[in-house]
């Protein structure tokens, strides 16, 4: 199997910062993809940012130059600093991964547990 293992979430004001970090283990062939994605309450899932295994990142309109998405691939880990916290910031954040386990195997999504993420006005 495959665990992501989410940390780093936690309360802070606005105007804060924060740093989530999700490492991936388990039987691991390759990460392709990795992101984030949050839900607050009463609202669908709804993608954070994205980065792949080369190439560009992805970021949300609402996040862009705040947000900055990172990987270390030597750690199957990817970080994501939050910078210029907004009350609207607030939500559960989880780890997205997407992994082949062995060189025959398909790609599929895993996910993480999921960290809260609590900005006060």
């Known amino acids: 199997q495959v665990q992501l293992v989410e940390s780093g979430g936690g309360l802070v004001q606005a105007g804060g910062s924060l740093r989530l970090s999700c490492a991936a283990s388990g039987i691991i062939f390759r990460v392709n993809a990795m992101g984030w994605y949050r839900q607050a309450p009463g609202k669908q899932r709804e993608l954070v940012a994205t980065i792949p295994s080369g190439g560009s990142s992805y970021y949300a309109d609402s996040v862009k130059g705040r947000f900055t998405i990172s990987r270390d691939n030597a750690k199957n880990t990817v970080y994501l600093q939050m910078n210029s916290l907004k009350p609207e910031d607030t939500a559960v954040y989880y780890c997205?991964?997407?992994?082949?386990?062995?060189?025959?195997?398909?790609?599929?999504?895993?996910w993480g547990q999921g960290t809260q993420v609590t900005v006060s006005s």
């Open positions: 997205n991964a997407v992994v082949r386990r062995n060189v025959e195997a398909m790609a599929r999504d895993y």
